[in-house]
Structure formats: structure tokens, C-alpha cells
């Protein structure tokens, strides 16, 4: 591998590396850590539109775990329940209740990816391991990340037809088609981790900077670092609480999740109206933005020729812009009874950035949702 003087503060326009053994191609999946699978998957199912495509549990040989996959595009989200008390899933959602405990990376070779990470520091969980079919093989293996969420690399030549070991196929009914990929992954770690967090993921991936931003309202205050690997396909925000007048969404997060976690998720779009609409009728609850956001909106981006700005205030869309397009996006309310882990809707028209005009709109909007839970 060609060596490289790069620092975890470089913008990531500016990176120049050459493919090494540890380069990540894309995400593969996220593995959510659920008290219930099934009931998970058909919330996902009828609110959210993915699809059930592949089940794992006693009717395919796994005798601890149950696991459904949802899939809609390049989006794999993995749901898995415990099926005793004693196992690491059940203890992980007493503790944190549920969301993503694991982030999986497509590599070219397992192998020299796994070898080099931990070379580079990476705490390992599980060593290489190799599944094969008439179709093809899968290789994965597995190290530590950020709290207390794992990475999986995962390598697959030809087409095996499970989506993981221990999976089979399930029959289902494609619904409307509305999410493309994974665009970004965010975390919440404790405050004064920060920089740590970065400096990992650069040290063992060569994640960089490629933005940075500091919010205080009235009330609250963060500060968050954007890392992405050289390719700028894998795309983690990262945030810490900063000294306030009150507790932010981001210490709600860590109080209620109980460490640095995932605190959400976005999918990319192609037309965020209708995913919004539809997610909305299938009873998908999105954050509220206030009317005076709308009545600055074009002074502050522009004139948006191609967009319905009504229907975009109608569903509380966010608009954001940078030098290369604009942006809209919208968040909902957390997905389970704790306030921890939620989803974002992002559709890009050329903008790279990840929404810093709004990220103070978006602070409010949760900080009305924090005062109704008397959590602020």
C-alpha cells in the first residue's frame, strides 16, 4: 500500500490516495438490534416501505438469534431480536433499547482489509470466515467502532444466494419505490470524544474531514465533525453535546441510549415529496418546521424553479444549498419509545453538504420535541 502523510482535519476534497488493502467500496448493510424482529420488520414493512427479502432464526438453523431483512434499492437494514435473555442482542436492548449496532462495509478482500485494520489499532471481534455456495462466497469479518457499535467487512464474489449465512429467501410484495442507497450514518458520542472518534476512524480507515460545525441556540449547543473515506461514499456526521444553558438533543441521546451510538440513519431520494407523502399516510411522524422558516427560505437559497416550495412547507421539507446545488431534507421523530434512534429523507440536486443552514432549524424543531417530553 502506497504510505500517506494525510491528518483526520484534511478536507476530503483535497485527498489524493491510492486503493489499498483496507479500502472500503460502500455500505453494505446496517444490523439493528431489536426487541421484537418481527414486529420491527413490519413497522419498517407498512410505515417505512422497505421489503422483507431474507429471514434468519430456528426454521433455518440459528438457534439464538432471529433476524429479517429489509431491503428497497442499494438500503439493507438488517432487524435482529434475541430469542434468550442471556444473549449479547437481548443485553444490548435492555440496555440501549433498539437501534443500529452494526455497520457493514463492502471490501474487495476481507483478508488484507481485516489484517490491516487491526495493524492500523482496530480491537478485533471476529476473524475472517469463509461461505460458500454453488453461486458463490461470502468472507466477513468483524472489529470494534465507535461505543459500542461494530463494523463488519464483508466481501462477496459471485451470486450466493444468501444474503448471509444461516438466511433464506422469503416471497414478498415489492411496494413503492422510493430509497436508493444509504447517503450518510450519523453518531452522538460523549462530550470531549470528539476528536477522538475522528482521529480512530481516521488512523484505521482514513476516514478525513470533510466538514465541520458548531450550533448554540438559546438553549443548547454541539459541535460535529463530517468524516468520509477517500471516495466520499461512506459518510459518518459525528456529534458531541457542548456546555449550555440546557440539555441538547445530543445529551438526550447519549441519557437515553446510555453511551455514543447511531442516532440516525439517511436515505437518499430521488423525489422527497412523494417519499415524505406517502412515508406520512402510512403514519410515519416527521418533525414540524415553523411557518417563518418558509417566509426567509428564498432569500436565504434562492429561487427553487424545480421545486413546489407549498408542497415542501406543507410537509415540513428543509432546504439547504452549497456551491455545487442545493439540498432538501427532513427528519423524523424517533422511531421507538426511547428518544435515540431516528431516520432522515435526503434528496441531493448537486449539493454535497449535509444540511448546515438548517442545522439550527433542526435544533429547534427538536428542542419543542424535548420541552414535550420534559427532557430539555
Given amino acids: 500500500m502506497a504510505e500517506t502523510t494525510l491528518t483526520p482535519l484534511q478536507t476530503a476534497n483535497a485527498v489524493d490516495t491510492e486503493p489499498g488493502p483496507l479500502v472500503l467500496e460502500d455500505f453494505d448493510h446496517l444490523e439493528l438490534s431489536v426487541g421484537n424482529s418481527i414486529q420491527a420488520a413490519h413497522y419498517y414493512r407498512t410505515a417505512v416501505g422497505l421489503v422483507p427479502t431474507y429471514f434468519a432464526g430456528l426454521e433455518t438453523g440459528m438457534r439464538n438469534k432471529s433476524s429479517v431483512v429489509m431491503q428497497q434499492g442499494n438500503v439493507s437494514l438488517v432487524l435482529t431480536s434475541a430469542l434468550n435473555s442471556e444473549d449479547a442482542v437481548a443485553q444490548h436492548v435492555l440496555r440501549h433499547g433498539d437501534g443500529v449496532t452494526n ?11 481485516y489484517h490491516e485494520a487491526l495493524c492500523r489499532g482496530a480491537h478485533p471481534i471476529a476473524d475472517p470466515e469463509i461461505f460458500e455456495d454453488e453461486n458463490g462466497r461470502i468472507i466477513t469479518a468483524k472489529i470494534k467502532g465507535c461505543g459500542p457499535l461494530a463494523h463488519t467487512l464483508i ?19 415489492a411496494g413503492e419505490y422510493h430509497f436508493k442507497a444509504i447517503d450518510h450514518v450519523a453518531c452522538a458520542v ?17 476516514f478525513v474531514v470533510s466538514h465541520e460545525e458548531s450550533i448554540v ?14 471516495s466520499g461514499k461512506i459518510r459518518f456526521p459525528l456529534v458531541e453535546p ?15 441510549h446510555g453511551s455514543s451510538g447511531v442516532q440516525h440513519a439517511a436515505f437518499l431520494t430521488s423525489s422527497i415529496v412523494s417519499a415524505v407523502d406517502d412515508l406520512k399516510k402510512n403514519g410515519v411522524e416527521w418533525l414540524r418546521t415553523p411557518m417563518t422558516y418558509y ?6 437559497v434562492g429561487l427553487l424553479e424545480r421545486e413546489n416550495v407549498d408542497a415542501l412547507r ?3 421539507i428543509l432546504v439547504d444549498k452549497d456551491e455545487s446545488g442545493y439540498l432538501l431534507q427532513i427528519f423524523t421523530r424517533p422511531l421507538q419509545s426511547r428518544p435515540t434512534f431516528f ?7 448537486g449539493c454535497r453538504g449535509f444540511g448546515s443552514g438548517n442545522i439550527r432549524a433542526l435544533f429547534e424543531a427538536i428542542e419543542r420535541e424535548q420541552a414535550l417530553r420534559g427532557t430539555l
Fill in 314 to 316: 406543507d410537509l415540513n
Fill in 343 to 349: 431516520l432522515e429523507v435526503i434528496q441531493r440536486e
Fill in 155 to 173: 466481501q462477496r464474489n459471485g451470486e450466493a444466494t444468501p444474503f448471509l449465512p444461516g438466511y433464506r429467501s422469503i416471497h414478498h410484495n
Fill in 190 to 206: 460523549e462530550q470531549g470524544t470528539l476528536d477522538q472518534w475522528v482521529e480512530f476512524y481516521w488512523r484505521v480507515f482514513g
Fill in 217 to 230: 441556540t438559546g438553549k443548547t449547543a454541539m459541535r460535529s465533525k463530517v468524516i468520509q473515506d477517500p
Fill in 242 to 256: 457542548a456546555p449550555a444553558k440546557q440539555r441538547s438533543q445530543v445529551e438526550e441521546y447519549l441519557n437515553y
Fill in 295 to 300: 417566509e426567509a427560505l428564498e432569500s436565504r
Fill in 103 to 113: 455497520i457493514a462495509f463492502k471490501v474487495r478482500d476481507v483478508w488484507s482489509a
